[in-house]
């Protein structure tokens, strides 16, 4: 079993950078790909990246594509999101999650935090 912990979010202007955290608990944290999401109020969770169990793939959504990096740290049990030019469409709650393969659809995962708030004004 794996348990997520996501840390980093908050308020930020538009055009500013956040990075966040996700620390994981648990023996099997590297063979796991990892993805983040994201929920803003009243809409469905979204794929927003993901990176393979071992750090050599990365995807995005094309509305973050240029502006997030997703990365991993395997010895320290954690995936990273820097989120730079930041945009008031951006905010909502990001949660990270585990899965064998990323794919686009939360369903596909099995493990998750409890979520970050990132709030971007403009």
């Known amino acids: 079993q794996v348990q997520l912990v996501e840390s980093g979010g908050g308020l930020v202007q538009a055009g500013g950078s956040l990075r966040l955290s996700c620390a ?10 990892m993805g983040w999401f994201r929920q803003a109020p009243g809409k469905e ?8 169990w071992s750090g050599s793939s990365t995807y995005y959504a094309d509305s973050v594509k240029g502006r997030f990096t997703i990365s991993r740290d395997n010895a320290k ?3 990273y999101l820097q989120m730079n030019s930041l945009k ?9 999650a585990t899965t064998k393969v990323v794919t686009t659809s939360p369903n596909s995962y099995d493990y998750w935090g409890q979520g970050t708030q990132v709030t971007v004004s403009s």
Request: net charge neutral; glycine share 6%; aromatic share 16%.
């Open 88 to 96: 008031p469409e951006d905010t909502a709650v990001y949660y990270c």
């Open 24 to 33: 994981a608990s648990g023996r099997t944290f590297s063979s796991y790909a």
């Open 45 to 52: 969770r979204e794929f927003v990246a993901g990176v393979s």
């Open 77 to 79: 049990k954690a995936v």
